[in-house]
C-alpha cells in the first residue's frame, strides 16, 4: 500500500503561517478522500480538514475555521493545508492520510493510508 508523503512542519511564532504539503500515490487518486488529521503530545489523534478530491467538498474542525485552509494541484497529485493566525495549541505532529470514496470522514478508523508525519511547533 503506497503512502502518502507530508513536508512542511516546521517551526514558527504564534500568529504565524506555515504550509503543509501532502503528496499522493498517483494511481486513481481522483477516487481519494484526504483527511488531515493532527497528535498533540499525551492527546488523541484528531480531524483538522478534509477534502473530498472527486467532489470538492470539505469538512474543518470548528478549531481552525477561518484560518485553516485546504487546496489541491492535480497535476501534482498534492493537497495543501494552509495554515494562518497559528496558536500555541495548534502545536502537533501533522498527519495526512486518504481514503476511499466521497465522503469526508473525521474519524481515524476511516482512513486507509497514512503519512509519517510532520512536526509543526508554535511558540507563544
Known amino acids: 500500500q503506497e503512502r502518502p508523503v507530508e513536508s512542511g512542519g516546521g517551526l514558527v511564532q504564534a500568529g504565524g503561517s506555515l504550509r503543509l504539503s501532502c503528496t499522493l500515490p498517483?494511481?486513481?487518486?481522483?477516487?481519494?478522500?484526504i483527511g488531515w488529521f493532527r497528535q498533540a503530545p499525551g492527546k488523541e489523534r484528531e480531524f483538522v480538514f478534509g477534502?473530498?478530491?472527486?467532489?470538492?467538498?470539505?469538512s474543518s474542525a470548528d478549531s481552525v475555521k477561518g484560518r485553516f485552509t485546504i487546496s489541491s494541484d492535480n497535476a501534482k497529485n498534492t493537497v495543501f493545508l494552509q495554515m494562518n493566525s497559528l496558536r500555541p495549541e495548534d502545536t502537533a505532529v501533522y498527519y495526512c492520510?486518504?481514503?476511499?470514496?466521497?465522503?469526508?470522514?473525521?474519524?481515524?478508523?476511516?482512513?486507509?493510508?497514512w503519512g509519517q508525519g510532520t512536526q509543526v511547533t508554535v511558540s507563544s
Open positions: 498517483r494511481r486513481t487518486f481522483s477516487l481519494y478522500v
Open positions: 492520510a486518504f481514503r476511499w470514496g466521497s465522503d469526508v470522514k473525521t474519524t481515524t478508523s476511516d482512513y486507509i493510508s
Open positions: 477534502m473530498s478530491w472527486s467532489s470538492g467538498v470539505t
